[in-house]
């Protein structure tokens, strides 16, 4: 990488190198076991010019999403999370209005999660998703869905098709696309010119505050701060006016932002002057958070890399500890996040013999780079492991309450981010 992929600077520093992986989502089949496995280094560089964060675009989306391996719909959380979005999104926007043939886009809509929800109060809407298997499970769930990556001349399309957006969604998309300013204009060209953009991505501040180096992976090209986004969604046409933190992912925030000439839209960080005091003020307090984090210079970024050094050490001693005992432990879950820590701390079959999903899909399989195999969710219960290792940390809540069987034996459950922490769950 010799340039930024925002604003061309060629002034990128190094935040943290994780060595070299495979992609996080290219599980193995068991016939795939003897075969050459490519790695691409996984080395975070952040921009002077703009301090966008990112990686350099060494695997294209082509290769990533063509035949995807994550649903969605898997998450109990996460489909409760996109039904409130929509019930709170309709009332904001008044979409459920009988006078007016409301119109909502989801781009990268997987499985149909959150246009479901869409679909069960009558209002018009189309999914644009990459991924073939994921795209044809959204329309046999009965969401429209088109299967195609966006950029302007799939956005000018669809509004051609099916006139504009009042609401296009962008739910932990912005990331996914080495081309962001394409993608932008992709979003500017679906939605309308009084229309909204809402879009969902995980916040660097969060990230670097509670070590959450294991979502740096390869599909994920860059890391936003509200500062950065500004900058992003204003090479597009798009002006930001509003934000809200989420929990979501460890730690993420919604964007709301419509078209810059609809609202005053500059591209200099200001929040745009035809919004509400509320959203300034919100976008004002996120802005002023990040330059105290630092990370508007280069001292906000100088000790991550020695914090996820000791995430990794805690790990692998817990890990060897236990083998040393001869105390049992498993994973539980085989996310892309999983994938990177996995690889990073160079855990294999011997220190976690097998990790489970819910996801059918990845059974029989094998977790990229490690090997390690993935099974269905019931092993657990079956061989009753001293320890589970939770991959997918970020589902803590959630997971908590999934795994409190393991109390039936006297389990634990260990968490690895932000820092190792072995959890008594509760029946």
């Known amino acids: 990488m010799t340039r930024c992929r925002l604003c061309g600077s060629e002034a990128l520093e190094s935040v943290v190198d ?160 080495p081309d962001v300013v394409g993608f932008t204009r992709g979003l500017r060209a679906l939605v309308a010119d009084d229309g909204w953009v809402s879009v969902e991505v995980q916040h660097l501040l969060t990230l670097m505050a509670e070590n959450q180096y294991d979502t740096i992976y390869h599909e994920h090209f860059q890391y936003y701060t509200v500062g950065s986004a500004i900058r992003a969604l204003a090479s597009g046409g798009l002006a930001l006016v509003d934000v809200e933190p989420l929990p979501t992912h460890g730690g993420s925030v919604r964007l709301w932002a419509r078209p810059a000439e609809a609202v005053g839209g500059t591209a200099d960080g200001a929040p745009p002057a035809r919004t509400t005091a509320g959203a300034r003020g919100r976008v004002a307090d996120m802005l002023a958070r990040e330059k105290a984090a630092g990370l508007q210079e280069l001292s906000g970024y100088a000790e991550f890399s020695a914090r996820v050094a000791k995430v990794r050490r805690d790990l692998l001693r817990f890990l060897v500890d236990a083998a040393d005992r001869g105390a049992t432990v498993v994973g539980y879950g085989a996310p892309g996040k999983g994938s990177t820590l996995l690889n990073h701390c160079g855990v294999r079959p011997d220190l976690l013999p097998y990790t489970v999903d819910r996801n059918p899909y990845k059974h029989g399989r094998f977790t990229p780079g490690t090997r390690i195999p993935i099974l269905p969710p019931e092993r657990i219960a079956a061989d009753r492991p001293d320890y589970v290792l939770v991959l997918p940390w970020n589902l803590r809540t959630e997971l908590l309450a999934q795994l409190s069987y393991v109390h039936a034996w006297g389990g634990r459950l260990v968490f690895p981010i932000p820092e190792l922490s072995i959890v008594e769950v509760k029946p």
């Not at 691409?40 to 391996?69: D, K, M, S």
């Open 18 to 177: 994780l060595g070299a992986t495979p992609p996080c989502e290219s599980f193995l089949a068991a016939d795939q076991l003897d075969l050459p496995e490519p790695a691409y280094p996984l080395h975070l560089r952040v921009c002077t010019g703009c301090w966008l964060a990112q990686l350099p675009p060494l695997i294209t989306p082509e290769e990533t999403f063509r035949e995807y391996a994550y649903f969605s719909s898997y998450s109990a959380s996460w489909v409760e999370h996109a039904r409130t979005f929509v019930a709170e999104a309709v009332r904001r926007l008044d979409l459920g209005a009988t006078a007016r043939d409301a119109f909502v886009v989801e781009v990268a809509s997987n499985d149909g999660y959150l246009l479901k929800h869409v679909v069960d109060r009558g209002i018009r809407c189309l999914g644009i998703e990459p991924s073939v298997n994921v795209g044809a499970a959204a329309r046999d769930a009965g969401v429209p869905t088109l299967t195609a990556f966006l950029d302007p001349a799939t956005g000018a399309a669809v509004r051609a098709e099916h006139g504009p957006a009042d609401l296009v969604v962008a739910n932990n998309v912005y990331a996914h696309i």
